[in-house]
DNA sequence: CCCGAACCTGAGCAAGCGCTTAGAGGCGTC
DNA sequence: GACGCCTCTAAGCGCTTGCTCAGGTTCGGG
C-alpha cells in the first residue's frame, strides 16, 4: 500500500470539529450546501437538518458565509495533504503521478458531497477568504506540476505545455466530484484507477 | 478548414432570441448568472442591465426560470450541432475526435460566460426542463461515445474503458467554461489545440 | 384622427431571507 | 442553593426577493 493510500482513509471526516453541536451543523450545512448550492440554501434547511432552531446556528458560527468557509478550508486542506503525501513518497514519477490521482480521484468521488462545495462555491465566499482558498489551490497546482515537471526531466514523460498539462490534469480530477454519482455503476476505487491511467496517457509515460 | 470549424464561428450568438427587448433580457440574464450564480442573481439585476424596470421581465419571459432555460437549451443546441458536425465528417476517427474536441473546446472558452451558465446551472432548472436538457446531454455523449467506439473498431485507437474514457474526455473540456479567463494568456484556440492533442493521448491514437 | 395591440413603468404585495434579542433550561462550582 | 456559564429556543426585525397590476406611451392601420 502506498503512503498516499495509507492516509487517504479518513474515517471520522470532521473530528476536527468541536463541539458536537458545531459538527452537526457543519455537516447538515454540506449536505444542504452540495444538494441546492449556497445560495439557494437557508439557514433555517441547516439548522433544521441539524435538529435545531435557526438562532442555534448563529451560537457556533458567525454567518452563513462563516460555515462555507469552514468546509472549504477543511476540504482544501485534507485534498492538499493527500497530493503532498502522493508526491513525497519514493517511486519513479509515473508512480507518484499515478498514485496522485488515484488518490485525490477517490476522495472526490468518496466525498462528492463535500468535494462539489469545497470546489464549486468558492465565488460565494468573501474576499479575504476567497483569497486564502486560492493560496491552498496554487499550492495543489504546484504539487501537480512538481511531479510532472520531474517526470519529464527524468525523461519519464514527453510534455510539450507543463503548465497546461497541469491544468488539465487537475481540471480531470476535481470534476469528478461534479458527475460522481454514489448510486452510479462505479465505485470511487474502479474510477481512481481509470483516471490514474488516463493521466499517465496524458503524460506520454511508457505504461 | 473543417467541417466544425466552418459551423464552430458564430457570428451573432443570440440571433434565433426576438424580440430585441426580450434578447438584451437574455444576454444581460448570462452575464449575471455567470458571474453570481442563478440563485443569487436577482430579476431587479438582470432587468437593470438590461436597462428595464423590474416588471419588463415578465413581458418576455413567465418566470426567472423560464430564463435559465431558454439559454441552457440554445446552449446545448449549439454545443451538440458543433460535435456532430465535427463527428459526420470525413477522415479518420483520430481527425475526427480531433476536430470534435477542439471546437467544443473552443466554445467553452469563447464563450465562457455562456458556457458556465449552461454547464454549472443545470441544477437550478425546473423538473421538466431539466429532463429535457439531460437528454440532450444524453445525446451529446452518445456522439463523443460514437467516435471513439469507432476508432477502437478500426484499430486506431486502444481503450479499455469506452464509456468511462466518454466520460472522462466531456468532462475534460466541459470543466474548461469553469477555469477558462478571457484575460489569462491562453486563447481558445490554443487552449483547443492542447486538448486535441491531450484526448488523442488519452485514447492512444499513435500520434 | 382615432383605435387597439404591443410594450413598458411605478408602486407595491406576500413571502422568505439572514440575523438578533430576551430569556429559559441544564450543569458544575463554591 | 445561589451563582455564572454555556447552550439553545421563541419571537420577530428590517430587508430583499420573485412576481403582479393598473395605467401610461408608442405606433401602424383604417
Redesign the pocket.
Known sequence: MSAAEETGGEDTPWSEVT????R??LVAAVEAFAERGY?????????GRA????????????????LLHRISRIGHDRALRLLEAAASGDGTAADRLADAVRSFVRWHAERHTTARVVQYELEALGDEHRAEIVGLRRKTDAVVRGIISEGVRAGEFEVPDVPGTTLAVLSLCIDVARWFNAQGSRTPDEVGALYADLVLRMVGAQR
Chains 1, 2 share one sequence.
Open positions: 463541539p458536537e453541536a458545531a452537526r451543523l445560495h439557494a440554501t437557508t439557514t433555517r434547511d441547516i439548522a435538529g435545531m432552531s435557526p438562532a442555534a446556528l448563529y451560537i457556533h458560527y458567525k454567518t452563513k458565509e462563516e
